[in-house]
């Protein structure tokens, strides 16, 4: 039996030349191969992320404006040990406000732009790929909630999609 159905280490059975997406990633979504439309790789994305990442830590900062002193003052800590430095306790302070204004941020700047700041930069944008139509708030939001999981994004279809813009119908594109 062992021999007609294989075993986990011998791997696919597909010929290392397939492509089931086509010629290249986004031909089955009609996007063109390169160029302005044109699925963003996987590397031009997460530098978006980053980038929005640290501009949530930002506005997270300016609205939380936590006092380090003060969160080190209300720890608990055993006698002799020192307290952390102020940098971790600040950044620990705005993990979760951090988490939100980055939601915040995702649904409002693409439902109003079709792209986060971090993308803008990246030049690249959320596209539909059923219509040439703006997003909108209700798809926005539902990609931005699955998006918060993070590991979505990393798994991706035969056209290089992650599982929210699967979900959603969208896309990242090139704008230029």
Request: hydrophobic content about 45%.
């Amino acid at each position: 039996m062992a021999r007609i159905t294989g075993s986990w280490l011998s791997g696919p059975n597909a010929d290392p030349g397939d492509n089931p997406a086509g010629d290249y990633q986004g031909k089955e979504l009609g996007l063109p191969k390169s160029g302005a439309g044109a699925l963003a790789p996987m590397t031009r994305r997460i530098v978006a992320l980053i980038f929005d990442w640290f501009i949530s830590i930002g506005l997270a900062a300016i609205l939380v404006r936590p006092n380090a002193d003060q969160l080190i003052a209300k720890m608990k800590l055993p006698a002799g040990e020192a307290p952390p430095p102020h940098f971790v306790v600040v950044m620990g302070s705005l993990s979760t406000p951090t988490l939100l204004v980055w939601f915040v941020l995702g649904v409002v700047a693409v439902t109003l732009f079709g792209f986060t700041p971090g993308q803008y930069f990246m030049k690249i944008k959320v596209s539909r790929v059923d219509t040439d139509g703006p997003v909108g708030f209700i798809r926005a939001l539902a990609r931005q909630a699955i998006l918060v999981f993070v590991v979505p994004a990393l798994f991706t279809d035969s056209d290089g999609r992650g599982m929210h813009d699967r979900a959603t119908g969208t896309a990242l594109t090139h704008t230029r």
